[in-house]
């Protein structure tokens, strides 16, 4: 079946630098796609989230961008700080009210 | 904070006996969600549920069974535990319908089956 996947499943980032975070779905007919970030005994927290007539939305210190050409989807994490340690990781719907969930990637944060 | 807690956060049991999770939400949302996590394998989705006595079935039903009887409280089930069923269960709710609002999750309970 079609699944979200991610490319790296650990990042290391000095504080203070900007992170990457990557994912790769595979359903051209997922509209809608969400990032959560999980902290260690917690349940997974929302970040943001965008929908597929975008291509770019913006948080507080994060930004999704959106590549349906080639189905990629990335969270940007500006001046990563020790409390970002956790993992990521995306989700898409595809139909109904439904999730599929990546597998995550843990970003350490080197002080 | 979306005001859902799950019971208990921990427990540990024995194969072949019942067992019951229990998820509490206090803002009336029509959609509720059973997952399990496991390594290797991300959040897969248990059951859902759509409304008061309103379910269906996610990618990992087997051996599993739910129930919401009122709004706020969605229950799973496993009617005779496995030692495959040990894992961390996450309960989520969804704060819209039409399927383009996020799930919004408990922190989860983690389940031994020895």
């Known amino acids: 079946g079609e699944s979200v996947g991610l490319h790296l499943p650990t990042l290391s980032v000095q504080e203070g630098d900007n992170s990457i975070i990557n994912c790769a779905y595979s359903n051209s007919a997922s509209d809608y796609f969400i990032w959560y970030k999980q902290e260690s005994g917690k349940g997974p927290q929302f970040i943001i989230d965008?929908?597929?007539?975008?291509d770019k939305r913006q948080g507080q210190r994060v930004t999704v961008l959106l590549n349906k050409t080639v189905k990629h989807l990335s969270l940007q994490i500006a001046a990563t700080q020790p409390g970002d340690s956790a993992v990521y990781f995306c989700a898409e719907r595809a139909a109904g009210n439904k999730l599929t969930f990546g597998g995550g990637t843990r970003v350490l944060v080197k002080p | 904070d979306a005001g859902i807690t799950q019971s208990p956060r921990h427990k540990v049991t024995e194969t072949g006996t019942p067992v019951t999770l229990r998820c509490h939400q206090t803002e009336n949302h029509r959609y509720m969600y059973w997952y399990r996590q496991d390594p290797g394998h991300g959040l897969r989705l248990i059951h859902y549920s759509y409304g008061v006595k309103d379910t269906d079935k996610g990618e990992v039903s087997d051996g599993y069974s739910v129930s919401r009887s009122k709004t706020e409280d969605f229950l799973l089930t496993l009617e005779s535990a496995t030692s495959s069923q040990t894992s961390v269960y996450f309960c989520?709710?969804?704060?819209?319908?039409?399927?383009?609002?996020?799930?919004?999750f408990g922190d989860g309970t983690r389940l031994s089956i020895l």
């Open positions: 989520a709710i969804s704060v819209g319908g039409g399927g383009n609002q996020p799930q919004h």
């Open positions: 965008i929908r597929s007539n975008m």
